[in-house]
């Protein structure tokens, strides 16, 4: 299940939009502040992020600032939602980077719609961007021929270790959910969360010396250690 944190101080609201999207399979947080969606972000992540502009505490404007100066956030889906939306609302959120905006109350159906559209969207722009070759710190990975390197060694992956491999080395120091790491690995099954600790063993196997780069986050799931140095499609 997608994640999705609803950042909405009016509970009736929130608990109603919550109740739309858990029947669509979602899984639903809700933050009755800017403040507590910002906490819950940096605890751990989502899939989107649905955001009320009125906030009993920082404005909305602050809230999207803030996510999107964060290197665990910048990419985050954001849907801004405001009962009274004029131009000048519309204008400020989309340059601040959301992705859509609707007008509250919303329409039930047209935002388990547009919640949909949104992440197909952003689905679709992750796939058309991966680069065949990603380098984190001392380890290559090659997606295409599903090889990595780590220094001078060569480790032969097999295609789930590197779609596995990949997804955490998109975003090194991300911290990815074993439910996430699931739709994306195996997103035609459904599948119990363990799997993704089985592979995530075989991997640090196969890493050795070098599995401290692969790190378990207690009661979270798991990250790859390091940043990102380069990205890009090799000649030819």
Do not use: N
């Amino acid at each position: 299940m997608e994640s999705i944190l609803v950042a909405e101080p009016d509970a009736s609201a929130a608990r109603a939009m919550a109740r739309a999207l858990t029947a669509e399979r979602f899984e639903v947080q809700i933050a009755e502040t800017g403040a507590a969606a910002l906490a819950q972000l940096g605890r751990e992540p989502r899939g989107l992020l649905l955001l009320s502009l009125e906030q009993p505490d920082l404005r909305g404007a602050e809230v999207l600032r803030r996510v999107r100066r964060s290197q665990a956030t910048r990419s985050l889906p954001v849907i801004a939602l405001s009962t009274d939306p004029d131009e000048v609302d519309r204008v400020l959120a989309f340059e601040l980077g959301v992705d859509d905006f609707v007008s509250k109350p919303p329409s039930m159906r047209e935002l388990v719609l547009r919640v949909k559209a949104v992440l197909r969207r952003v689905r679709g722009k992750r796939r058309a961007a991966r680069p065949s070759v990603v380098r984190v710190g001392d380890l290559t990975l090659l997606l295409k021929s599903r090889e990595c390197q780590v220094r001078d060694r060569k480790l032969h992956l097999t295609r789930v270790e590197s779609r596995l491999l990949g997804e955490l080395a998109e975003r090194p120091g991300r911290v990815w959910r074993r439910e996430e790491l699931l739709r994306r690995v195996w997103p035609e099954v459904e599948l119990d969360p363990r799997t993704v600790d089985t592979h995530v063993r075989r991997l640090r196997e196969k890493l050795g010396e070098d599995s401290h780069l692969l790190e378990t986050v207690r009661g979270v799931g798991y990250r790859l250690r390091g940043e990102q140095s380069s990205a890009q499609t090799p000649p030819g």
